[in-house]
Nanobody, 115 residues
């Protein structure tokens, strides 16, 4: 079992920045990919960014150039640096880990971009 805890969400003005953190614990050996997803009200959950154990990264077109995913394996933590935030980035952001063909989710953290 993999346990994921997100933090760092909040209210920010358009153009501002936030950094989300996701700490993994439990059976973390063998996690080969971690990522961030988001779900806005009335919409499906979508991939925002992901990173593999080989440090390759993948971004949704809507966030490319504004968001950066990174990982600190010593701390079992993955980050999402979000810059130039827009109102349409408002959503609950979820951390995801892939291990042995199974996906694990955190509880989510709310990001609200509003003036």
């Amino acid at each position: 079992q993999v346990h994921l805890v997100e933090s760092g969400g909040g209210l920010v003005q358009p153009g501002g920045s936030l950094r989300l953190s996701c700490v993994a614990s439990g059976s973390i050996f063998g996690i080969y990919a971690m990522g961030w997803y988001r779900q806005a009200p009335g919409k499906q959950r979508e991939l925002v960014a992901s990173t593999t154990a080989g440090a390759s990264t993948n971004y949704a077109a809507s966030v490319k150039g504004r968001f950066t995913i990174s990982r600190d394996d010593a701390k079992n933590t993955v980050y999402l640096q979000m810059n130039s935030l827009k109102a349409e980035d408002t959503a609950v952001y979820y951390c995801n880990a892939q291990r042995s063909g199974q996906g694990y989710w955190g509880q989510g953290t709310q990001v609200t971009v509003s003036s």
